[in-house]
């Protein structure tokens, strides 16, 4: 999300708030557009074994679409412009698949916070659902094909 600035992270500059207003929002929610970039050239250019391909494909879709999501979000933050929300993008035309929350946000007087949130809520679920579930199986086939055993642990995210 635009909002995301990690304090340990040389990339960002100093976080303050996460709020449009803040003084290096708008830099910090470009590095933020930058990373999700770098995941789609990652994806698309590493080779993996051919059981991931399912995997790959639906991570893709999925940071392709975060990154029209929150660039599409980070425009309105700038501009105020409502209008590239209602935009059609790859399959996915939100007049059609999020008309309230598109007519919400285009509205004179909507409170912009909420608007964008309803369009955020309502993109990011239709876009998942064109995505679809994670491909659990071909996961699942590449471990016994492999011979490898997950095993979760919990961990402080301090620790990362």
């Given at each position: 999300m635009a909002e995301v600035c990690d304090e340990a992270d040389p990339e960002y500059k100093p976080c303050?708030?996460?709020?449009p207003g803040a003084?290096?929002?708008?830099?910090?929610?470009?590095?933020?557009?930058r990373k999700i970039a770098?995941?789609?050239?990652?994806?698309?250019?590493t080779r993996f074994p051919e059981e991931l391909t399912p995997v790959v494909k639906h991570f893709l879709g999925?940071?392709?679409l975060s990154l029209e999501i929150q660039g599409r979000r980070l425009n309105y933050f700038r501009t105020g412009d409502p209008r590239p929300l209602a935009a059609a993008f790859s399959d996915f035309d939100p007049k059609q698949e999020c008309r309230a929350a598109v007519d919400g946000v285009l509205?004179?007087?909507?409170?912009?916070?909420?608007?964008?949130?309803d369009w955020w809520s309502c993109a990011n679920s239709v876009?998942?659902?064109?995505?679809?579930?994670?491909?659990?199986?071909?996961w699942e086939n590449l471990l016994r094909?492999?011979?490898?055993?997950?095993?979760?642990?919990?961990?402080?995210?301090?620790?990362?």
């Open positions: 303050g708030t996460s709020a003084k290096y929002f708008f830099d910090n929610a470009e590095v933020n557009l770098r995941r789609i050239k990652w994806l698309e250019t999925i940071q392709r509205r004179p007087g909507e409170s912009r916070a909420e608007g964008l949130r876009g998942r659902d064109k995505i679809g579930r994670y491909p659990k199986d071909a094909r492999y011979d490898v055993t997950e095993r979760y642990q919990e961990t402080d995210p301090s620790e990362w």
